[in-house]
Structure formats: C-alpha cells, structure tokens
C-alpha cells in the first residue's frame, strides 16, 4: 500500500504566478524535486511551485493526512493521539484572546480539525462554531467534545450570518489555502465590528527558519503553499480589509512530545534521528518548545 506522501508526489501539478502582486519571474531559493521553493522578485513572497489542482489538494487532507508514515514531509504521525497536547497549547494561545475579550462570545474556527482549540474555548464559556476540510475529523470533533456547530467543508460551503462573530481563528492554516485572502475577507465579513481575527502561520524570516535553510520543518512542498514573513502577511491581511493590532512569536511554541521531537530532528539529518531515538523511552513527557518561527496575528477590521 502505498503512503499518502507517495500517492501526493505522482499527482499532476501545475505553476502558478505570484498570489500576492502577479509577477511570474520568480528567483529560486532552492529545489527539491518535483518542487521549487521561490522568492517572488516584486513582493518578496516566498511559495512552493509546481502545485497540485484545487480538487487534489481538498483530497489530500482526508483521513490519511492525520496519519502520516512521514510527517516530516506531509500531514502528521498520530494527530488524535497527541489530543492532551494540543489542548494544553491553546490553553495557553487563549490568553491572547481572552485579554481582549474578557467575556465569552462566539468562536469561529476555520480548519478547525478535531476541535481541541474550540474545546478550550468552550471551556470557558464561548459559543463555538467550526469549518473543517475533512469529513472525518469534523465528525471526530463533534463526537469528542459535542459540537453541533462544526461543518465539514470550507467557508464557501458555510453560511453563516454576517457579522455574527466576536473571534474568528485561523491556526496553521493560511500557507495550506490556495486564495486566503478571499477566505481571510470572507471572515471579516462575518466579523463584528469590534471582532478579532486571530492567525497563525510560519515566518520564513525568521532567525531559526534562516538557520535552517531548506532543512526548515515547514518546508512541506504539497501542502504549504505560502510560506509568509511579517511584511508580505501584512500585505495579505491589508488586502483582505485587516489592520494587525499585533504580530508576535510569542504563544507561537507547541507541548511537542519526545517522539514528535525525535521525528522532527530527522529532518534536519537522518543520523541524528537514529541518535535520539532512545529518548523515545522516556515515554509520553511533553515538553513546551518555541522556536521563534511563527507568527500569531491579531488584527482588527480596517476601513472597507
């Protein structure tokens, strides 16, 4: 049988110009085959070239992806089986939330997953509503934490009231979508006037993912599209009709368990990977770790 990484790699794809201002004579950063990693010459975008078609990225992110023989290069190990660390990092990501909006509203989370940002979310007392690309774990998120409000598919499926929301998040899923900005737009529309859009994704400028080089842990060819650097976000986000209140590395850190650690070490050199997998028998200890590679935006609707 073959692994999904595999099935992805004899997929068709095609090229595309940049997203960002329209330029089509991209400088490389560097390749690694069948992918070009380039820096846009007008904008300084960074993006992933040739791409897959929009019908083959949305079957990409089904069941396989969540269980990945290769997470290094695509989707993840055991994404349910890491449920207590996920839920133990937006308890601390919600502060940046909850200092603004002391008192509960309404949550719309956009690749919501399996729910463990709205769980804590409804921990404390919000209204929660999601929109999840894949079936299965939009169903595993109403089956684990009872959301009636989750839907299976993308906000152009979703209908919702506009302005309607005092949060919309969107964690770690920008540089996966193939036009954010009009996903970005679409969530100011059902912002409140007063409401918040909060966002993660990486920084290619960062200093870790500049050390790195192509060895960079977010250099994931089929499915991050985009990967983003303060000054070409805010582009996008001004675009989409934002103003970012902050921009910050701060909460950006994951509780990562040891084999998650050892798993992503591998892709920095395979020899280092064979050296720490005996700290795989310390078991399950999860350990708080910030690179300083992502960014958490929060923004604020701009004048139309």
Not at 21 to 46: S, T
Not at 151 to 158: F, K, N, P, V, Y
Request: hydrophobic letters at 40%.
């Amino acid at each position: 049988m073959k692994h999904s990484s595999d099935v992805v790699s004899a997929l068709p794809r095609r090229e595309v110009p940049c997203y960002l201002c329209g330029r089509d004579d991209p400088a490389l950063v560097f390749r690694q085959e069948p992918y070009r990693v380039v820096r846009c010459r007008g904008c300084g975008l960074v993006y992933t070239l040739p791409r897959l078609s929009p019908e083959e990225l949305l079957a990409m992110y089904q069941t396989a992806y969540w269980t990945s023989a290769q997470a290094k290069d695509f989707g993840y190990t055991d994404y349910l089986r890491d449920r207590d660390l996920y839920l133990r990092t937006y308890r601390l990501r919600r502060e940046l939330i909850t200092r603004r909006k002391p008192r509960p509203g309404r949550v719309l989370e956009v690749g919501s997953a399996a729910g463990f940002f709205l769980a804590v979310m409804q921990e404390i007392g919000w209204e929660c509503h999601g929109v999840e690309l894949s079936r299965s774990m939009a169903e595993t998120s109403r089956e684990l934490f009872g959301f009636e409000h989750v839907q299976a598919g993308t906000l152009a499926d979703a209908s919702f009231e506009p302005r309607s929301f005092d949060v919309v998040a969107f964690w770690d899923v920008i540089e996966h979508l193939e036009d954010p900005a009009w996903h970005l737009a679409r969530a100011r529309a059902l912002l409140k006037d007063d409401g918040l859009l909060v966002l993660e994704t990486q920084n290619v400028e960062s200093r870790f993912a500049r050390l790195m080089g192509r060895r960079w842990q977010h250099y994931k060819m089929a499915e991050h599209l985009y990967h983003f650097a303060p000054a070409t976000l805010e582009k996008l986000l001004a675009r989409a009709g934002y103003v970012i209140e902050e921009n910050t590395p701060r909460r950006g850190g994951k509780k990562v368990s040891i084999d998650f650690m050892v798993e992503r070490i591998g892709r920095i050199h395979p020899l280092l990977s064979a050296l720490c997998r005996p700290l795989r028998l310390i078991g399950r200890v999860a350990l708080y770790v910030n690179l300083f590679d992502e960014m958490i935006v929060v923004a604020r609707k701009g004048p139309q």
